[in-house]
């Protein structure tokens, strides 16, 4: 999140304390809504993203439950994994309402010049898609080390006790592989997309 | 092992992402490492060591402990003591 352009360009979905402006709920997003439009962002840049190679070997599908169709989810009908623990809908629902808006409202932002705008369900899979990313290749980026308030280290502040998610290339593709596995690496700023 | 046919695209977004990687002050050993094709064991890339070169080179130079130093052990990252 840091390292994108994005919250400096919408400072008033992602600074924490906006206050008041009374429609909806105004609360400072979390880390996972926060990367999910990050990613999103970077993904609509294309070639002016800075991530893009990066963004560009990272999973294009996945064949998870969250992504089957109705038909295939009805062949689980029976088995302890139900709908409802796969919590499509909840999580379409979530989608839908804290990170296809703000898109759709911010078009300008998100679409450079010349580029088409996605539909509202092509932005909804592309939010899934991103989301599925970051639960399988995001690091948490732990600063609990850090106690002084060092503006330099590019991390946010550990808000509500959540913790700060982020991108760190190359330490996923470490996990990749069974035989190693990396379960915290030092993020810099400039190496990690949070 | 149904999986033959090499795909260009795969390996050029390889190449191009471990490029950007050392061009944004990333450091990654050719001489020990590679970022391999996992595809056929579901798993996209996974670094590991060059065709088992660096296995061969260690064993070599080592005799009597070698068993144990077969693998280089991840390198330039430690797991963290607490996770």
Redesign the interface.
């Known amino acids: 999140m840091e390292t994108s352009k994005l919250p400096g360009k919408l400072p008033e979905v992602f600074d924490a304390f906006v206050g008041g402006e009374g429609d909806d709920e105004k609360e400072p997003l979390d880390p996972w809504t926060s990367l999910i439009l990050v990613m999103m962002y970077e993904h609509l840049q294309g070639d002016a993203s800075r991530w893009k190679?990066?963004l560009?070997?990272l999973?294009r599908t996945f064949d998870t439950p969250i992504f089957w169709s109705d038909a295939e989810l009805k062949e689980l009908e029976g088995t302890c994994l139900s709908v409802d623990k796969i919590g499509k809908q909840q999580s379409d629902e979530m989608l839908r309402s804290r990170v296809v808006p703000v898109v759709e409202q911010n078009s300008k932002i998100f679409y450079p010049e010349g580029t088409t705008e996605l539909t509202s369900q092509e932005l909804l899979d592309l939010a899934h898609r991103m989301g599925s990313t970051i639960m399988s290749y995001a690091f948490d980026l732990d600063n609990k080390d850090e106690e002084s308030d060092n503006e330099e280290d590019g991390w946010v502040e550990d808000r509500d006790g959540i913790t700060p998610l982020g991108m760190v290339?190359?330490?996923d593709?470490?996990n990749?592989?069974?035989?190693?596995?990396?379960?915290?690496?030092?993020a810099q700023m400039?190496?990690s997309l949070s | 092992m149904s999986r033959q046919r090499v795909d260009e695209d795969f390996q050029g977004?390889?190449d191009?992402?471990l490029?950007?990687?050392k061009a944004?002050?990333?450091v990654?050993r050719d001489d020990l490492l590679e970022?391999?094709d996992?595809r056929d064991k579901d798993?996209?890339?996974?670094?590991?060591t060059p065709s088992g070169q660096a296995t061969r080179k260690i064993v070599n130079t080592d005799s009597a402990q070698s068993q144990r130093k077969t693998?280089p052990r991840?390198p330039r990252?430690s797991?963290?003591p607490e996770?």
């Open positions: 190679p990066y560009d070997v999973p290339p190359m330490a593709i470490l990749a592989n069974a035989g190693f596995n990396v379960s915290h690496m030092p400039h190496t | 977004a390889t191009r992402f490029a950007w990687f944004g002050g990333g990654f970022i391999q996992l798993a996209g890339r996974g670094i590991s693998y991840t990252c797991p963290s996770t």
